[in-house]
């Protein structure tokens, strides 16, 4: 049980990363490029689980106390 838990945790905090890269820089993966609709399907809907939980989080730390925003960042 242990394993799985880690494991889905490990699989969010990669799609998560993956948004926020895309967030920042553009790049994003290709998944145009899987043959398999079915397989491309999922994929797509994992990497838009991952944009969601990134949205969730700057929502939740753009209102904590712990967290500022950098008013010198480039843009």
Not at 52 to 69: E, G, L, N, P
């Amino acid at each position: 049980m242990s394993k799985i838990l880690h494991y889905t945790f490990d699989a969010i905090l990669i799609t998560t990363v993956l948004a926020g890269i895309k967030r920042s820089t553009g790049i994003q993966p290709a998944t145009s490029k899987i043959e398999s609709t079915t397989i491309r399907g999922y994929v797509d809907k994992y990497l838009g689980f991952g944009e969601w939980v990134f949205d969730m989080s700057v929502v939740y730390f753009s209102h904590s106390s712990y967290f500022t925003k950098n008013q010198n960042q480039r843009d």
